[in-house]
């Protein structure tokens, strides 16, 4: 995950967080869940930043979108208490996404600020980017 791609897909999500009038924070890790780049927009909650960057991470270490998680860590499910694991640093709920190149992780984007759904649509937008500039 090159700086130039990470901030084009920050730079995607942040024109969809403006489009819906919510100042979000977005990161961009590799595909190990280090930070490769991270932007808190004007009036997004300082909270976000940990929040964005934890979901980055819990998309790139597992694979998997954060939203996924919600279901199988409910209690008496199979992946109860995953939220306490890895220094607290696994989030379950939605706003992550892995990125996908030639069907390798090859890093994840973490979107914080507003609620669930928000965060989702946000960080879809920078999903988007990313899988026309893979094209």
């Given at each position: ?27 961009v890790?590799?595909?190990e ?6 932007h808190?927009?004007d009036?997004?909650?300082l909270?976000s ?41 696994m ?7 892995p ?8 890093g994840?984007?973490?979107?914080s ?9 946000v960080a ?6 990313f899988?026309?500039?893979s094209?």
């Open positions: 995950m090159s700086l130039d791609t990470a901030k084009e897909v920050i730079d995607a999500a942040e024109r969809r967080a403006n489009e819906i009038d919510n100042p979000m924070v977005v990161t890790a590799n595909s869940g280090n930070l490769v780049a991270q808190r927009m009036g997004a909650w909270a930043v940990d929040i964005s960057r934890n979901k980055a991470y819990t998309a790139a270490a597992l694979d998997m979108p954060t939203h996924d998680l919600e279901e199988p860590t409910k209690p008496g499910e199979s992946l109860y208490g995953l939220q306490n694991t890895n220094q607290g640093r989030v379950i709920f939605g706003g992550g996404y990125l996908e190149r030639d069907g390798d992780i090859v994840a984007i973490g979107v600020g507003g609620a669930v759904e928000q965060d989702m649509d879809e937008a920078g999903v988007d980017k899988d026309d500039l094209s």
